[in-house]
């Protein structure tokens, strides 16, 4: 695992850009594997700033993103495909058919979770980012006695809807459930860039990258995989070494 602390945000989302855009630029029919949250949000602005300045194009570039909440379509504001278009998709040259989330209104989500896991099958992973959850989530896999390796639907965590309220008119609108890209797949990936930032991680970053290898910390999973790259803002890095 690198692990770089960056002294500002600004600092870490244009190195996080900057890895996406150096991977299609080596490799334009790359697949990236996405994020949503608030951590990917300046990220995704330096990589439209990238595109803008032609220094990158995603015309060749098929993505795919962790997670969707149940019940939510693309047209709705909550949605994390609607996120996407937002933040990134509409702002650069991807083609819409290249982009991929699970449909969290599927009637059958147990064919929709096959679908995702063949699709990602036949298109490996290149890059993925991630964001981590106060309990140590990465998607939406939640801590617990057991993890699952494909796409899946989950119950969330109270905390973890608690901590995704603050985009939703009132609690009651957050979602329960989401599709998943499980933690086998995630680490599937040739690449992983964890992206923390926040004192109120700083806790759950130690414990995820330093403390035991378990399923009460999802992120702990990470420490297995061969090629992880860390970044972090000083608050979220403070309790390390
Ligand atoms: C989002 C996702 C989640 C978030 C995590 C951190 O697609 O998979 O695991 O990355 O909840 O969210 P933020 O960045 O909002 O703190």
Redesign the pocket.
């Known amino acids: 695992m690198d692990t770089i602390i960056f002294e500002t945000q600004q600092e870490l989302d244009a190195y996080a850009a900057g890895l996406i855009a150096d991977t299609v630029n080596r490799k334009p029919n790359a697949v990236l594997g996405?994020?949503?949250?608030?951590?990917?949000i300046g990220i995704y602005d330096k990589i439209v700033e990238l595109y803008n300045q032609q220094k990158v194009s995603f015309r060749g570039v098929t993505t795919f993103?962790?997670?969707e909440y149940v019940g939510l379509s693309p047209d709705d504001e909550q949605s994390?495909a609607y996120y996407m278009n937002r933040h990134l998709f509409s702002h650069i040259d991807i083609p819409q058919d290249q982009t991929h989330l699970p449909d969290g209104t599927a009637d059958n989500l147990e064919a929709e979770c096959r679908r995702y896991d063949d699709m990602l099958a036949a298109s490996p992973v290149d890059i993925q980012l991630?964001?981590?959850?106060?309990n140590g989530?990465?998607?939406?896999?939640e801590p617990g006695t057991a993890l699952t390796g494909g796409t899946h639907a989950v119950e969330l965590k109270p905390e973890?809807r608690e901590?995704?309220a603050r985009f939703f008119a009132s609690m009651d609108d957050v979602p329960d459930k989401a599709v998943?890209m499980g933690v086998g797949s995630i680490l599937k990936a040739d690449t992983i860039v964890l992206?923390?930032?926040?004192s109120d991680?700083a806790n759950i970053v130690k414990e995820a990258l330093t403390g035991p290898i378990t399923t009460s910390v999802p992120a702990s999973l990470l420490q297995t995989h061969a090629r992880v790259i860390v970044l972090l803002d000083r608050e979220a890095g403070r309790m390390l070494k």
């Open positions: 996405l994020a949503t949250g608030s951590t990917p993103n962790l997670d994390y991630l964001g981590l959850g106060h989530h990465i998607g939406f896999n973890t901590a995704n998943t992206a923390v930032r926040g991680k």
